[in-house]
Each structure stands twice: as C-alpha cells, then as structure tokens.
C-alpha cells in the first residue's frame, strides 16, 4: 500500500513499461517512506482517442506519452505528496523521456479499515502491519 494505478495510452513495450513501474515505485518509498516490498501497481492501456486528458487551462500540450498515475493511499502529508509529485516528474523525465507536461496524478486518501492485504483480514486492523 499505496495502490498505483497507471492509465497510459498503448504503444509502450514491456521494458519501457518496467522502466515506467520501477521509477515510480522509488519515487515512491523515498516520498511516501514506504518498504521496498511495499509495491501494488497495475497498467491500464487505452487506445488514444479512450483518454481525453487536458490541462485545466494551465497553458501546456499533452502528448500520446501521457500517463495518468492514480494512488489510492492512507492519508499522507501535503509536503510528501507535492515531494512524490516533484520526484515522479523527475525521476520519469530523466529514466524514461516523460515530459512533466505529460504527466498527471490523483491520489485518493482511504483508512487503515479500507485494506485487506488477504487472507480475509484488515491486517493493519489486526496490528499485522
């Protein structure tokens, strides 16, 4: 937990997929302090005219490069989101070529009663975590 959810319209390769996975979970433990192990991530690919993503009037292009990263997380300071923010738009600029411009996130704050890792238990309910 943190659930990453990634909205990306289709044309990228499995590697470029990974690359895409693996620079956002670091962003990930270094912002949000979260173990390594501490990974849930699924992609959803769309076909280009599927995503109509624009810029609220903020004055940028996107391209078919967009990517959408939906996190559904406990709640979490706002000095850590706008940290993960900072961190996914450089760290995905620079290991992938994603232009910041192409890049959006929404995160969903839930509860510790809102997760069930398995096994039919709310294990941070339980103190399992």
Not at 2 to 9: A, E, H, K, Q, T
Not at 33 to 48: C, G
Request: aromatic share 6%; glycine share 6%.
């Amino acid at each position: 937990m943190p659930l990453l959810r990634f909205d990306v319209i289709e044309g990228r390769n499995e590697e470029e997929l990974k690359l895409l996975l693996d620079t956002a979970h670091d962003a990930m433990v270094e912002a949000f302090d979260v173990p390594e192990r501490d990974r849930y991530q699924i992609v959803h690919t769309h076909k280009e005219h599927e995503m109509i993503i624009q810029d609220t009037g903020l004055g940028f292009e996107r391209t078919h490069n967009l990517v959408l990263i939906s996190v559904t997380s406990k709640s979490r300071t706002q000095e850590k989101k706008q940290t993960l923010y900072r961190l996914l738009a450089e760290r995905l600029e620079a290991n992938c070529g994603l232009a910041p411009s192409d890049l959006m996130v929404s995160i969903v704050e839930n509860d510790a009663a809102d997760w069930s890792f398995g096994m039919g238990e709310a294990q941070f309910l339980t103190g399992k975590l």
